[in-house]
């Protein structure tokens, strides 16, 4: 099952975006997995902490999908 986080700016980091999914308690934990290539981004695997999340794409980790959806503050 897919699940989405909002986002306000442009985009968010990896690292970030695996903390408010609540995937990793820290960011040091974010780094560990990433850097261990567990993390998927846009069906690659992705190591880099600081890759550039965009509302629609989407990551995976530890058998979760979600998607970067862009927060309507209207």
Do not use: C, H, W
Not at 30 to 37: P, R
Not at 46 to 71: A, H, M, S, W
């Amino acid at each position: 099952m897919e699940e989405t986080i909002p986002i306000r700016d442009e985009f968010i980091k990896l690292g970030q975006a695996l903390k408010l999914a609540g995937l990793v308690g820290s960011g040091v934990e974010a780094k560990v997995v990433i850097q261990e290539g567990e993390v998927r981004v846009n069906g690659q695997t992705e190591t880099r902490r600081g890759k550039k999340l965009y509302p629609d794409d989407t990551f995976e980790y530890d058998g979760n999908l979600i998607k970067v959806v862009k927060r309507d503050d209207s």
